[in-house]
C-alpha cells in the first residue's frame, strides 16, 4: 500500500515510458511535488551486455537529431551511447514494385548523421537512473489505474486517482503517458479518431552477411513496408552486421510469416529485402505488434492532458512516434514553467491550452502525412505504381526537396 492518507501531489506523470520519465526529467528544477506512476516498477537497474553474444531488446527507435538534442541536455545522452547506439548517415528508400527509389544522405543537409537507433530498453533505463535521484520526484511503487473522479480539497480542485490494489493519490495536474492504450484518456472520455491500419508489425534482430554500412533501409512491398535498421552491438564497435527488423504486412501475411521456421524466415527476409545485405545469417525471436492510428481529438480536458502515444499513435514506417512524444513533453513542460513563472496555476487552462495548440497541428500533420505514404504504397494499379516510381525518382532528383524531406523526419524543421 502506498499510504493510508492520500498523498497530495502538484503533478502525477502516469507512465514511465520514454515519452513519461522524459517529462520527469524535464521539470528537474521546478518548485513542483511530482510523483511518476507506472504499472510496473521503474527500473533503474543496469542493462547487462553479453559481448561474446549480443543479444538486442527487439523494440527500437530510429531518434530525430532533435531528440538526441533532448537526451544531451536531459544528460542522458552519454549514459545511452556508452551502452550502444548506431548513428545512420544514410537512408535508401525503395519501391519494390517498380524503380522507384530516394537515397537520403547527412552529408547532403551538412549534418554528421540522419538519425540514431537506440533499443527503447537502453534509452528508458538511462532516464530511469536519473530520474531516482531527483529531489521534487517521487517515484512510486507500482500502480495501476483503475478509478478517476474529480475532488475539491479546501476550496481546491483535485483528481483523486484510485490503483487496482486500493491505493489513492491526489494531484491538481495528471499528465497521461500512459501508452496506446491509455486508461485514462478512456476513464477520462477523451473523444479519439481512430481505425485499424490492417497492418501487424513483425520485428526481431537479424545478422547479415554484408555489412549495413550506418545505412536504415526501407523497401516497399505489395504487402507494405520492411525496414532493415542498422545496430551496433555495442559502443564502439565495427562490427556492423546486425539490424533490427520491422516488417508491416496485413496479418494473413504476418500469420504466415510467423510461422516459418527459422531458416525458411532468414530466407524469406533477405529475399524481401533483394539480398542488399547478401544472406540473412541469425535471427532472434520474432514477436507481432498490431498497428492502429489514433489521434486524440482534445490533448486537454480539466486537469489531464494527453502526451506521447496516449495522445497519438502512428505507423512505424517513418520511425516518428516517440520522436512525436518527445516534443509534446518538450513543449508541456516549457508551458508549464512560462506558467509557473507567470504565477498561474498548475492546471491553469490558458497554459495546458498553449501546450495543445502547439502539439496538435503539428502531430496531425505528421499522421496524415504516413497515412498518405501508407496509402499510396498500398494501390496496386498500373497508373498509381508507375504514378509513384515517377514521384520517388523526381524528390529523389530535386535536392532542394529531398532535403527539405530528410530536414522535416529529423526533427530540424
Ligand atoms: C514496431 C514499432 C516500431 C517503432 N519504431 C519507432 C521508431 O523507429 N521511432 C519512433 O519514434 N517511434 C517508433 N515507434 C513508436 C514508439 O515505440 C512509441 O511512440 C513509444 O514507445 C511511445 O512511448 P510512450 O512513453 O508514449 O508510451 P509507452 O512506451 O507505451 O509507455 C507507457 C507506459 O505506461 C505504463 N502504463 C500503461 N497503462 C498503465 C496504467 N493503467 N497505469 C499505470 N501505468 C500504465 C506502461 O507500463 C508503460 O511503461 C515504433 C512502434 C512500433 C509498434
Redesign the pocket.
Known sequence: MISKQPEEFDVVI???????ASLACLLENTPLRIAL????PVNSGEIFFDKAQPKFDP?????TKASKQLFIELGVWQDIAGKRSCSYQDMQVWDAQGTGSIHFSAADINQTELGTIVE?SIVTTALHAKLVKLENLQVLPP???EKLQQIRLNGEQFLQLESSAGDTLHTRLLVA???????IRELANFATKEWDYNHQ?L?TTVRTEKAHSNTARQCFLQTGPLAF?PLSPEADSDDQHFCSI?WSMVPEKAEEVMALTDDQFKIQLALALEQELGAVEWVDQRFI?P?RQRHATDYVKDNIVL????AH?IH?LA?????L?LLDVKALAEELVRGIEAGREISDVTVLHRYQRQRIGHNLGMMWLMEGFKHLFAQQNLTARWLRNIGMNSVNNVSILKNQLARRAMGLD
Open positions: 502516469a507512465g514511465a515510458g520514454m515519452v513519461g506512476i507506472d504499472q510496473l523494440r527500437v527507435s530510429a531518434f527503447n500502480f495501476t489505474i503517458a500512459d501508452g496506446a492504450n491509455s486508461k508489425a520485428v535498421l520491422v505488434f498497428l502526451v506521447g502515444d496516449a499513435t512505424p520511425g516518428q512516434g516517440v520522436n512524444g
